[in-house]
Protein backbone atom coordinates (compact mmCIF):
# COMPACT_ATOMS: atom_id res chain seq x y z
CA UNK A 1 0.00 0.00 0.00
CA UNK A 2 3.01 2.59 0.39
CA UNK A 3 3.45 2.37 -3.24
CA UNK A 4 0.81 4.58 -4.43
CA UNK A 5 1.83 7.07 -1.69
CA UNK A 6 5.36 6.92 -2.69
CA UNK A 7 4.07 7.62 -6.44
CA UNK A 8 2.07 10.62 -5.64
CA UNK A 9 4.82 12.07 -3.76
CA UNK A 10 7.32 11.80 -6.56
CA UNK A 11 4.87 13.30 -8.92
CA UNK A 12 4.91 16.21 -6.06
CA UNK A 13 8.66 16.47 -6.00
CA UNK A 14 8.77 16.40 -10.05
CA UNK A 15 6.21 18.93 -10.38
CA UNK A 16 7.86 21.09 -7.43
CA UNK A 17 11.60 20.95 -9.67
CA UNK A 18 9.81 21.78 -12.55
CA UNK A 19 8.03 24.58 -11.14
CA UNK A 20 11.53 25.80 -9.48
CA UNK A 21 13.12 25.31 -13.19
CA UNK A 22 9.99 27.44 -14.75
CA UNK A 23 10.20 30.11 -12.37
CA UNK A 24 13.98 30.74 -13.11
CA UNK A 25 13.06 30.38 -17.12
CA UNK A 26 10.65 33.07 -17.17
CA UNK A 27 12.68 35.91 -15.35
CA UNK A 28 15.75 35.00 -17.70
CA UNK A 29 13.16 35.32 -20.96
CA UNK A 30 12.13 38.39 -19.71
CA UNK A 31 15.55 39.76 -19.25
CA UNK A 32 17.06 38.78 -22.74
CA UNK A 33 13.30 40.23 -24.07
CA UNK A 34 14.59 43.53 -22.74
CA UNK A 35 17.54 43.13 -25.17
CA UNK A 36 14.48 43.19 -28.61
CA UNK A 37 15.14 45.28 -31.64
CA UNK A 38 19.17 46.00 -30.63
CA UNK A 39 22.49 45.08 -32.19
CA UNK A 40 25.64 44.14 -29.85
CA UNK A 41 29.09 43.89 -30.80
CA UNK A 42 31.53 40.37 -29.46
CA UNK A 43 34.67 39.12 -29.26
CA UNK A 44 35.69 35.80 -28.99
CA UNK A 45 36.78 34.96 -25.41
CA UNK A 46 37.70 31.16 -25.54
CA UNK A 47 39.90 30.08 -27.05
CA UNK A 48 42.11 32.39 -27.06
CA UNK A 49 45.00 33.58 -29.48
CA UNK A 50 43.51 32.83 -32.43
CA UNK A 51 42.50 29.08 -32.27
CA UNK A 52 38.93 28.97 -33.54
CA UNK A 53 37.74 29.92 -36.99
CA UNK A 54 35.83 33.29 -35.10
CA UNK A 55 38.84 34.62 -33.66
CA UNK A 56 39.48 37.82 -34.85
CA UNK A 57 36.33 38.49 -36.96
CA UNK A 58 33.66 40.77 -36.02
CA UNK A 59 30.95 38.90 -34.20
CA UNK A 60 27.50 40.12 -33.78
CA UNK A 61 23.99 39.72 -32.19
CA UNK A 62 20.75 41.17 -33.74
CA UNK A 63 17.99 40.89 -31.27
CA UNK A 64 15.07 41.75 -34.21
CA UNK A 65 12.27 39.06 -33.37
CA UNK A 66 10.24 38.71 -30.00
CA UNK A 67 7.24 36.49 -29.77
CA UNK A 68 5.03 35.46 -26.91
CA UNK A 69 6.95 32.78 -26.81
CA UNK A 70 9.83 32.71 -29.14
CA UNK A 71 12.77 35.60 -29.40
CA UNK A 72 15.11 34.65 -32.52
CA UNK A 73 18.68 36.30 -32.26
CA UNK A 74 20.39 36.32 -35.53
CA UNK A 75 24.25 35.41 -35.18
CA UNK A 76 26.91 37.30 -37.64
CA UNK A 77 30.31 36.18 -37.92
CA UNK A 78 31.45 38.71 -39.98
CA UNK A 79 30.13 38.30 -43.44
CA UNK A 80 28.59 35.09 -42.37
CA UNK A 81 24.96 35.90 -41.71
CA UNK A 82 23.40 31.80 -41.38
CA UNK A 83 23.21 31.41 -37.73
CA UNK A 84 20.30 32.30 -35.39
CA UNK A 85 20.10 31.67 -32.00
CA UNK A 86 15.82 30.99 -31.07
CA UNK A 87 14.88 30.63 -27.66
CA UNK A 88 11.38 29.39 -27.33
CA UNK A 89 9.19 28.93 -24.14
CA UNK A 90 7.28 25.50 -24.36
CA UNK A 91 5.24 24.03 -21.98
CA UNK A 92 7.76 21.90 -20.48
CA UNK A 93 10.33 24.53 -20.55
CA UNK A 94 12.83 26.87 -22.45
CA UNK A 95 14.79 25.68 -25.40
CA UNK A 96 17.65 26.88 -27.58
CA UNK A 97 18.24 25.32 -31.05
CA UNK A 98 20.44 26.88 -33.65
CA UNK A 99 19.11 27.55 -37.30
CA UNK A 100 21.88 27.58 -40.06
CA UNK A 101 20.47 28.65 -43.13
CA UNK A 102 22.02 28.99 -47.05
CA UNK A 103 22.43 32.92 -48.22
CA UNK A 104 19.09 31.79 -50.37
CA UNK A 105 17.32 31.29 -46.79
CA UNK A 106 16.82 27.22 -47.40
CA UNK A 107 17.99 25.52 -44.20
CA UNK A 108 21.52 23.88 -43.85
CA UNK A 109 21.70 20.03 -43.81
CA UNK A 110 22.84 20.77 -39.86
CA UNK A 111 20.40 23.10 -38.49
CA UNK A 112 17.68 23.31 -35.58
CA UNK A 113 20.30 21.15 -33.19
CA UNK A 114 20.24 22.06 -29.50
CA UNK A 115 18.34 20.94 -26.22
CA UNK A 116 16.02 21.85 -23.70
CA UNK A 117 17.06 23.71 -20.52
CA UNK A 118 18.06 22.10 -17.25
CA UNK A 119 17.26 22.96 -13.62
CA UNK A 120 20.48 23.97 -13.04
CA UNK A 121 19.88 27.44 -14.36
CA UNK A 122 19.11 31.38 -12.90
CA UNK A 123 17.15 33.89 -14.08
CA UNK A 124 20.94 35.27 -14.84
CA UNK A 125 22.35 31.74 -17.02
CA UNK A 126 20.57 28.95 -18.16
CA UNK A 127 22.02 25.67 -19.52
CA UNK A 128 20.55 23.92 -22.63
CA UNK A 129 22.49 20.31 -22.71
CA UNK A 130 22.21 18.78 -26.27
CA UNK A 131 18.75 16.82 -26.46
CA UNK A 132 18.13 13.47 -28.69
CA UNK A 133 17.90 15.45 -32.27
CA UNK A 134 21.37 16.95 -31.72
CA UNK A 135 23.19 13.55 -30.82
CA UNK A 136 21.24 11.68 -33.81
CA UNK A 137 21.99 14.71 -36.19
CA UNK A 138 25.82 15.30 -34.80
CA UNK A 139 27.21 12.47 -32.79
CA UNK A 140 30.26 14.39 -31.80
CA UNK A 141 27.84 16.79 -30.10
CA UNK A 142 26.04 14.56 -27.96
CA UNK A 143 27.91 15.83 -24.85
CA UNK A 144 27.63 19.36 -25.58
CA UNK A 145 26.05 21.81 -23.05
CA UNK A 146 25.57 25.64 -24.52
CA UNK A 147 24.55 28.21 -22.03
CA UNK A 148 23.73 31.81 -22.49
CA UNK A 149 24.35 34.36 -19.51
CA UNK A 150 23.86 37.81 -18.51
CA UNK A 151 26.04 39.15 -16.14
CA UNK A 152 23.90 40.43 -13.34
CA UNK A 153 25.38 44.44 -14.16
CA UNK A 154 23.51 44.50 -17.52
CA UNK A 155 26.39 44.95 -19.29
CA UNK A 156 27.82 41.64 -21.17
CA UNK A 157 25.87 38.74 -22.67
CA UNK A 158 27.76 35.64 -22.83
CA UNK A 159 26.97 32.86 -25.14
CA UNK A 160 29.27 29.23 -23.87
CA UNK A 161 30.34 25.70 -25.44
CA UNK A 162 31.22 22.66 -23.55
CA UNK A 163 31.46 19.43 -24.62
CA UNK A 164 32.35 16.39 -22.26
CA UNK A 165 32.08 18.96 -19.34
CA UNK A 166 35.63 21.04 -20.63
CA UNK A 167 35.22 24.59 -22.39
CA UNK A 168 35.16 24.55 -25.78
CA UNK A 169 34.15 28.30 -27.14
CA UNK A 170 32.88 31.67 -25.20
CA UNK A 171 31.88 34.86 -27.19
CA UNK A 172 30.94 37.57 -25.10
CA UNK A 173 28.78 40.53 -26.32
CA UNK A 174 28.75 44.11 -24.71
CA UNK A 175 25.35 44.73 -24.04
CA UNK A 176 26.32 48.54 -22.85
CA UNK A 177 26.36 49.94 -26.87
CA UNK A 178 24.11 48.95 -29.47
CA UNK A 179 25.06 48.50 -32.64
CA UNK A 180 23.50 50.27 -35.97
Not at 94 to 106: A, C, P, Y
Not at 114 to 125: I, K, L
Not at 159 to 178: E, P, S, V
Request: a neutral charge; proline letters at 6%.
Amino acid sequence: MRSPALYRFAILIVFVLAGQQLAAQSPFLEKMRTLCGNSYGGRVVFPEGGADPFSGQALSIHVTSCKAREIRIPFHVGADRSRTWVLTQLPEGLQLKHDHRHEDGTPDEITMYGGMANAAGTPWVQYFPADAHTAALIPAAATNEWSLQLSQDGKTLSYILKRDGALRFRADFDLTTTLH
